[in-house]
């Protein structure tokens, strides 16, 4: 029965997977409930072509579709590499059909399609806080933006510095071969970043609205190689005969910190500017450290990855653990119920493996409150604060946050 609303245990959205004819629907209503325009809905679909119609669901009223939610083949950079996961995106739903369950029936069958897949983790970057922690996500990775007055950013005379090293820009598009070469170092090696080919590049860089100036790539390079880049471009402002023009930094990454000195050194020293924004930059970023006053940055936190134990047992067997740790967790998780259960952990540096048991549980928590731990940034403790989930036998909580920590703040950069 379904009442008026739509709602109940036999809902009338039929889920199915996404064919050529549902073309023009689909668009329909992934712009509209996206608020995409024709040039924003091109850009979201040469990025994320539907070439596997498995991969992209459509739910249906009767004929009509309804709802879409579609899942990308990435990589992703986990405390124990780069590993296969399911990205989603593209979800929406047609506005006059919300709040009936049609998300939730997205949700429910395409968490089953990722667990047959042999999918461990499934990622994504919410539109908004309040929708997917009851689908398992947790907010995983917080990330910062950051405006600075040019004239405040003096770096510190300390601050390390290489001779021989070069610093070149251009347009960001002929420095492709560089960009490429260092994110793909760069991801590797810091958890919650997603491996890029090069129509991620081309989205970051291509065609601009209309009036904003060209994406530009500044490269620090030594004799040999390139050793870190930023991507900005520049605004022009006037403000009663004085010049006021911004640099907008999308990115920077450096792999060691004279090259991040380097890049900082350039992007403080554009003439006729006095603002420099950083778009997105891991929480742990030492730009604070390396300014004579760190506290004149103004910063913004955000969150960015939302992550989803798609198989929760094998997602925590194959993590790395910084400390030892013995601890039972009784799980809920409404839509992957195979998630659900009594599991014993048992985790540390050399190897984890975790069982189902009889045994009488130390911690009660949802699946997304591990979704959240999962990178290493998130503290259970602080779930457990929020009164989230409960801790039956004291002190298993801070042993579990102890065992999950990770030197390195995790960082995404790229929303998808
Ligand atoms: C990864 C991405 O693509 S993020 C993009 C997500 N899409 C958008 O933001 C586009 C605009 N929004 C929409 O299209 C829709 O409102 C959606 C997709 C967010 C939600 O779809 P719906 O079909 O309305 O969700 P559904 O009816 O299944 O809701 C399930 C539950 O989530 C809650 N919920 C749904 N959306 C929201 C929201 N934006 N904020 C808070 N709660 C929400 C519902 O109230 C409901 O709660 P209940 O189970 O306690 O009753």
Redesign the pocket.
């Known amino acids: 029965m379904v009442d008026s609303a739509g709602r109940g245990p036999d809902p009338a959205w039929t889920v199915r997977a996404y064919t050529e004819a549902d073309h023009p629907a689909y668009t329909r209503v992934i712009s509209e ?2 608020l995409l325009d024709r040039a924003g809905f091109r850009r979201h679909t040469e990025l994320h072509p539907v070439s596997d119609h498995g991969r992209v669901l459509v739910a249906t009223d009767g004929q009509r579709v309804v ?1 879409t939610a579609q899942a990308l083949e990435l990589e992703l950079t986990l405390p124990q590499g780069p590993r296969p996961v399911a990205g ?6 047609w506005p006059t059909h ?7 029936a997205l949700m429910r069958r395409q968490i089953a399609d990722a667990h047959e897949r042999g999918e461990k983790v499934a990622a ?5 806080g ?2 997917y922690d ?1 689908f398992g996500y947790g907010q995983a990775v917080f990330e910062q933006a950051v405006g600075v007055d040019r004239r405040d950013a003096r770096l510190r005379s300390e601050v390390p510095r290489e001779e021989g090293l070069s610093t070149e820009l251009r347009e960001a598009h002929h420095a492709l071969p560089d960009l490429l070469a260092l994110y793909r170092k760069l991801a590797r090696g810091r958890v919650g970043q997603i491996a890029r080919t090069v129509p991620w590049f081309e989205y970051l860089i291509g065609p601009q609205e209309e009036g904003r100036n060209e994406p530009l790539a500044v490269v620090v390079r030594d004799a040999d190689a390139p050793r870190g880049y930023a991507l900005y471009r520049t605004e022009s402002h006037w403000d009663g005969g004085l010049p006021r023009g911004k640099v907008v930094v999308q990115e920077l990454g450096a792999l060691d910190p004279p090259a991040r000195t380097a890049l900082y050194e350039h992007l403080f020293s554009r003439d006729l500017t006095t603002r420099v924004e950083f778009a997105h930059l891991p929480l742990d970023e030492p730009l604070p450290l390396m300014l004579e006053d760190g506290r004149l940055l103004r910063r913004g936190t955000y969150d960015s990855l939302w992550l989803r134990l798609v198989d929760l047992p094998a997602a925590l067997a194959e993590r790395t653990w910084a400390a030892p740790v013995d601890a039972v967790l009784a799980v809920t998780d409404r839509y992957a119920p195979w998630n659900e259960g009594t599991w014993r952990l048992r985790a540390g540096p050399e190897g984890a493996t975790v069982e189902s048991t009889d045994r009488a549980p130390e911690v009660s928590l949802d699946a997304a409150h591990l979704g959240a731990a999962y990178l290493g940034q998130v503290r259970l403790s602080n779930h457990r604060a929020a009164g989230a989930l409960t801790e039956h036998e004291p002190g298993t909580v801070e042993r579990l946050d102890t065992a999950l920590f990770r030197p390195a703040a995790p960082y995404c950069g790229t929303a998808f």
């Open positions: 409930a996206l709802g989603i995106t593209a979800v929406g739903v919300r709040r009936r369950g049609v998300l939730s994504l970057w919410s539109s908004e309040g929708i009851r």
